[in-house]
C-alpha cells in the first residue's frame, strides 16, 4: 500500500437515489467523497451546498463529442466539454478532472497524434486553474483505440506534463479487455492518480472479485478510489459495495485508514 491514505469516492450516478442531494446524502452518512457526471447540467452552487468533497468531476459528454471523433466539429466540441469539466471543478473545489480519448472505432487516421494534440492544448488551461487532468483507458468493448493502459502510459509521457496530467485505471474495463488488474497496476509509476472499481460488463464490485490483491499492488492504491459501476443497487447492496472495500484496503495490521471528509490534492 501507498504510505498516503486513498481517498475514496462514489460516481454520482451509481449511488443509489432519486436526487443528487439523496445520494450525497448517504456518502455524508459514510464519510465517502463524490465523484461527479458532467453531464451540462450541474449546478455547482447546489453541489456546494452538499455537504460532500468533490474528489473528481468526470467530462461524461466525452460519450460523444471526443478527440478521435471523425466530425472536426465534434472534436472541437469535445474540447468544449473538457474546457467546462475544468471550470465546474473548480467551482466546487475539485482537483481533477477525468476524461478518455474516444468511443467507439477511431474517426482519425492516427488516434496517438490526434489525442497528444487535444490533451496538449489543454494542459495551460488546466495549469491556470491549478487542476488536473487524469486520462482513461476503456475497454475493447468500448472502444477501438487507447485500450490498454500502456498505449495510455505512452501518451502522458509524450506529453511530458506530469504537473497537469495523470492517469485513472478501471477494473472493469481491465477485466473487459482480458487483463490481470493487479499486473496493470504494479506495472504504473506516479503517473497513476486514480483506480476505478467496478466489475467486468459495468456491474458493481462484488466479493468474487479480488479487490485486496488489486489494491495491495505495487502500484496501488493511488491517491483516489472511486467506485463506479453502471448496475442498479439499492443501499444494502451500496453497504456491502463500500464494506468490501474498505476491508479490501485493511491489509495488515499497519495499513493506513482510507481517507475521508476531503479531496486529497492532485
Do not use: N
Not at 473548480?90 to 476524461?99: D, Q
Not at 460488463?201 to 505495487?218: D, I, K, N, T
Amino acid at each position: 500500500m501507498s504510505p498516503a491514505a486513498p481517498l475514496l469516492a462514489y460516481a454520482s450516478f451509481s449511488v443509489p437515489g432519486a436526487t443528487l442531494a439523496e445520494k450525497a446524502g448517504l456518502l455524508r452518512e459514510r464519510g465517502l467523497a463524490l465523484e461527479l457526471a458532467d453531464d451540462g447540467s450541474v449546478d455547482a452552487a447546489a453541489v456546494l451546498g452538499l455537504g460532500v468533497p468533490v474528489a473528481c468531476v468526470q467530462a461524461f459528454r466525452m460519450h460523444d463529442a471526443h478527440p478521435l471523433h471523425a466530425d472536426p466539429a465534434v472534436r472541437e466540441e469535445a474540447r468544449r466539454v473538457v474546457l467546462s469539466a475544468l471550470e465546474l471543478a473548480a467551482r466546487v473545489g475539485c482537483p481533477r478532472v477525468l476524461t478518455v480519448c474516444g468511443f467507439g472505432p477511431p474517426g482519425v487516421e492516427r488516434p496517438f497524434e490526434a489525442a497528444l494534440g487535444f490533451f496538449a492544448s489543454l494542459a495551460a488551461p488546466a495549469r491556470a486553474l491549478g487542476l488536473r487532468l487524469l486520462v482513461e483507458p476503456l475497454s475493447p468493448r468500448r472502444a477501438g483505440a487507447f485500450t490498454r493502459p500502456a498505449e495510455v502510459r505512452d501518451l502522458l509521457r509524450a506529453l511530458a506534463s506530469p504537473d497537469v496530467f495523470g492517469a485513472a485505471l478501471d477494473t472493469g474495463h481491465m477485466l473487459d479487455g482480458g487483463l490481470d488488474p493487479a499486473a496493470e497496476l504494479s506495472a504504473w509509476d506516479g503517473l497513476l492518480e486514480e483506480v476505478q472499481l467496478k466489475g467486468p460488463l459495468s456491474a458493481a464490485p462484488g466479493p468474487e472479485l479480488p479487490l485486496r490483491r488489486w489494491l495491495s499492488a505495487p502500484g496501488a492504491p493511488p491517491a483516489l478510489l472511486a467506485v463506479e459501476h453502471r448496475e442498479v443497487i439499492g443501499r444494502e447492496r451500496f453497504d456491502e459495495v463500500v464494506a468490501g472495500v474498505l476491508d479490501a484496503l485493511t491489509v495488515g495490521a499497519e495499513a493506513a485508514p482510507v481517507a475521508t471528509g476531503a479531496p486529497a490534492a492532485g
